[in-house]
Protein backbone atom coordinates (compact mmCIF):
# COMPACT_ATOMS: atom_id res chain seq x y z
CA UNK A 1 0.00 0.00 0.00
CA UNK A 2 1.64 3.50 -0.70
CA UNK A 3 1.55 5.89 1.95
CA UNK A 4 3.02 8.98 2.52
CA UNK A 5 4.18 10.23 6.73
CA UNK A 6 4.90 14.06 7.17
CA UNK A 7 6.86 14.38 10.10
CA UNK A 8 8.78 17.52 11.60
CA UNK A 9 6.08 19.98 12.38
CA UNK A 10 5.75 21.73 15.96
CA UNK A 11 6.15 24.99 17.82
CA UNK A 12 8.33 27.41 16.39
CA UNK A 13 9.23 31.13 17.15
CA UNK A 14 8.36 34.02 14.33
CA UNK A 15 11.55 34.41 12.22
CA UNK A 16 12.59 30.51 12.87
CA UNK A 17 12.99 27.57 10.87
CA UNK A 18 11.43 23.97 10.21
CA UNK A 19 12.28 21.39 7.99
CA UNK A 20 9.32 19.03 7.29
CA UNK A 21 10.10 15.65 5.53
CA UNK A 22 7.85 13.48 3.49
CA UNK A 23 8.89 9.50 3.50
CA UNK A 24 7.07 6.86 1.62
CA UNK A 25 6.46 3.23 2.37
CA UNK A 26 5.71 0.67 -0.45
CA UNK A 27 7.33 3.07 -3.67
CA UNK A 28 9.93 4.83 -5.14
CA UNK A 29 9.45 8.29 -4.57
CA UNK A 30 11.93 9.52 -7.56
CA UNK A 31 9.04 8.31 -10.58
CA UNK A 32 6.24 10.83 -8.65
CA UNK A 33 6.29 14.94 -8.72
CA UNK A 34 5.28 15.46 -4.81
CA UNK A 35 4.07 19.06 -3.50
CA UNK A 36 3.58 20.35 -0.07
CA UNK A 37 0.17 22.08 0.85
CA UNK A 38 -1.04 23.73 3.73
CA UNK A 39 -4.36 24.43 5.38
CA UNK A 40 -5.06 26.96 7.81
CA UNK A 41 -8.00 26.52 10.28
CA UNK A 42 -11.12 28.25 8.54
CA UNK A 43 -8.77 28.63 5.48
CA UNK A 44 -8.95 26.58 1.93
CA UNK A 45 -6.09 24.25 1.35
CA UNK A 46 -2.85 26.38 -0.10
CA UNK A 47 -0.65 24.61 -2.84
CA UNK A 48 2.95 25.90 -1.41
CA UNK A 49 5.65 23.98 -3.84
CA UNK A 50 6.75 21.22 -5.64
CA UNK A 51 9.18 18.88 -7.23
CA UNK A 52 8.96 16.92 -10.38
CA UNK A 53 9.99 12.87 -10.61
CA UNK A 54 13.73 12.51 -10.64
CA UNK A 55 13.97 12.60 -14.28
CA UNK A 56 13.37 16.04 -14.29
CA UNK A 57 14.20 17.47 -10.93
CA UNK A 58 12.78 20.65 -11.65
CA UNK A 59 10.82 22.96 -8.73
CA UNK A 60 8.63 25.47 -8.78
CA UNK A 61 7.03 27.44 -5.49
CA UNK A 62 3.82 29.74 -4.83
CA UNK A 63 4.26 33.05 -4.14
CA UNK A 64 3.49 33.32 -0.52
CA UNK A 65 6.86 31.14 -0.15
CA UNK A 66 9.16 31.83 -2.51
CA UNK A 67 12.38 32.70 -1.06
CA UNK A 68 11.72 30.93 2.41
CA UNK A 69 10.92 27.96 1.56
CA UNK A 70 13.36 25.05 -0.16
CA UNK A 71 12.09 21.66 -1.44
CA UNK A 72 14.35 18.74 -1.95
CA UNK A 73 14.62 15.05 -2.00
CA UNK A 74 16.84 13.15 -0.84
CA UNK A 75 17.01 9.54 -3.48
CA UNK A 76 18.70 7.77 -0.67
CA UNK A 77 16.01 8.35 2.19
CA UNK A 78 12.96 8.12 -0.65
CA UNK A 79 12.31 11.10 1.33
CA UNK A 80 11.52 14.73 0.33
CA UNK A 81 11.82 17.74 2.47
CA UNK A 82 10.53 21.41 3.31
CA UNK A 83 13.21 23.24 4.56
CA UNK A 84 10.90 26.06 6.31
CA UNK A 85 12.85 29.86 7.47
CA UNK A 86 11.64 33.30 8.17
CA UNK A 87 8.27 31.74 9.83
CA UNK A 88 5.48 34.05 10.54
CA UNK A 89 2.57 33.68 12.72
CA UNK A 90 0.49 33.25 9.35
CA UNK A 91 2.38 29.91 8.43
CA UNK A 92 0.40 28.37 11.19
CA UNK A 93 -1.22 24.88 9.26
CA UNK A 94 -1.20 21.36 9.06
CA UNK A 95 1.08 20.68 6.05
CA UNK A 96 0.53 17.94 3.64
CA UNK A 97 2.37 16.38 1.03
CA UNK A 98 1.00 14.62 -1.75
CA UNK A 99 2.36 12.48 -4.81
CA UNK A 100 1.15 11.56 -8.29
CA UNK A 101 2.84 9.74 -11.31
CA UNK A 102 3.45 13.28 -13.70
CA UNK A 103 0.48 13.91 -15.35
CA UNK A 104 1.39 17.41 -15.61
CA UNK A 105 3.64 20.17 -14.51
CA UNK A 106 4.63 21.81 -11.25
CA UNK A 107 3.03 24.38 -11.46
CA UNK A 108 -0.32 22.93 -11.90
CA UNK A 109 -0.28 20.69 -9.20
CA UNK A 110 0.33 23.96 -6.91
CA UNK A 111 -2.40 25.37 -8.30
CA UNK A 112 -4.61 22.88 -7.12
CA UNK A 113 -4.15 19.63 -9.85
CA UNK A 114 -5.40 16.67 -8.48
CA UNK A 115 -2.92 14.37 -6.54
CA UNK A 116 -3.16 10.60 -6.19
CA UNK A 117 -1.38 10.21 -2.62
CA UNK A 118 -2.04 12.11 0.18
CA UNK A 119 -0.25 11.78 4.05
CA UNK A 120 -1.97 12.91 6.91
CA UNK A 121 -0.29 16.44 8.01
CA UNK A 122 1.87 17.59 10.82
CA UNK A 123 0.90 20.72 11.95
CA UNK A 124 3.71 23.88 11.97
CA UNK A 125 2.32 26.18 14.92
CA UNK A 126 4.45 29.48 15.07
CA UNK A 127 4.48 31.51 17.84
CA UNK A 128 6.14 33.58 20.78
Known amino acids: QLQLVESGGGLVQPGGSLRLSCAAS????????IAWFRQAPGKEREGLSC?????????HYADSVKGRFTISRDHAKNTVYLQMNTLEPEDTAVYYC????????????????????WGKGTLVTVSS
Open 26 to 33: GFSLDFYA
Open 51 to 59: ISSRDDGST
Open 98 to 117: AADLPHTYCPAYVAGYAMAY
